[in-house]
């Protein structure tokens, strides 16, 4: 599943600009892909984007940023995270 969210992922970053892409890619890849990974690790990715990610998982992933990441010190950075699962174009709209 890592693979194919992963060139997802890529294959939406050539249509962002530079700036955008080390606004939102960085983030998508370092974070929400494997908090997805590791909550939804035996599903299809397909299935996932059609039927599982929700807000919550929205929520959950940015516990997980925070958690993961010791340079989140202000809101912005969370926002950041939010922002950049927002503005993704995975299979589904899932926000």
Known sequence: MRTELL????????????YQQ???VI??????????CDS????KVDELFTYNITKDDIINCTVYY???NEN????????DLVKSVK???FPRVFI
Do not use: H, T
């Open 40 to 43: 939804y690790g035996d599903k």
């Open 22 to 24: 080390n606004q939102y």
């Open 66 to 68: 925070v958690m993961k």
């Open 72 to 79: 989140v010190k202000r809101k912005s950075a969370i926002d």
């Open 87 to 89: 503005v993704c174009k």
């Open 7 to 18: 060139d997802l992922l890529e294959e939406f970053s050539l249509k962002l600009s530079k």
């Open 27 to 36: 983030k998508l890849r370092d974070y929400f892909v494997p908090f997805i």
